[in-house]
């Protein structure tokens, strides 16, 4: 069974999808690299191959933002326990997901403030400091801060929370793949109520 990969960019052979992401791969996961190989192939030699955490790189760096950010939210979801989670920690999440439904300077801003309040060492900070940040073209006055710091970002927190739980890491992280698999393909549309089950 072949894995569908589909997002705007998703024609693209899977060597032009990982120009931005290539030195951050394994050794392995380079090695899988083939001349035609479409996005989906290539993330199902990953899958095959067990290099799960080159495929969580791959789909944050290849989704688009507002896709990336809400495969982020619902990855944080499916793995934190709500009650482990502190009240700023929760209006991150919300701020995250209502600006993923309503994509706004507004609504970044307050992702942007409730990221500054949040606890340093926490992944919902992670997510929210990489969801909340404006993307600047260089030179302009964020010219030190990486242009890929959205992926960066947005996969650190996920590798973060799946390793709160090293026993169920495996689990939780193939769980994430899948999950960024269906957001791809428009399986899992963002609304408010998906962060209040």
């Given at each position: 069974?072949?894995?569908v990969?589909e997002f705007?960019a998703?024609?693209k052979?899977a060597?032009?999808l ?10 392995s ?12 192939e290539?993330?199902?030699?990953l899958?095959?191959?067990?290099l799960?955490?080159d495929a ?6 290849t ?5 990336s ?8 979801i499916?793995i934190?326990?709500p009650?482990t ?7 991150a999440?919300?701020?995250m997901?209502?600006w993923v439904?309503?994509?706004n300077d507004?609504?970044?801003?307050r ?14 900070t992670?997510?929210a ?14 010219y030190?801060v ?8 947005i996969h650190?927190?996920?590798?973060i ?9 495996d ?5 994430c793949?899948?999950?960024g ?7 899992r ?9």
């Open positions: 069974m072949s894995v990969y705007e998703a024609e052979p060597g032009q990982c120009s931005e992401v290539e030195m951050l791969l394994g050794e996961a380079k090695s899988q690299l083939r001349e035609g190989l479409t996005a989906g290539y993330l199902e030699t899958l095959k191959e067990h799960y955490t969580l790189r791959f789909i944050a760096y989704l688009p933002t507002r896709q950010v809400w495969w982020g939210c619902l990855c944080l499916k934190l326990d009650e989670l502190s009240p700023i920690e929760h209006r999440m919300d701020a997901i209502r439904v309503e994509p507004e609504h970044r801003q992702v942007q403030e409730t990221a500054e309040r949040c606890p340093e060492e926490s992944c919902v992670i997510l400091r990489a969801a909340g940040y404006e993307v600047i073209p260089l030179p302009r006055p964020k030190h990486p242009q890929d710091f959205q992926a960066r970002g650190a927190a996920i590798v929370a799946a390793n709160l739980q090293p026993e169920r890491r689990e939780l992280v193939r769980g793949l899948l999950l698999l269906e957001v791809s393909r428009g399986e549309p963002w609304n408010v109520l998906d962060h209040q089950e």
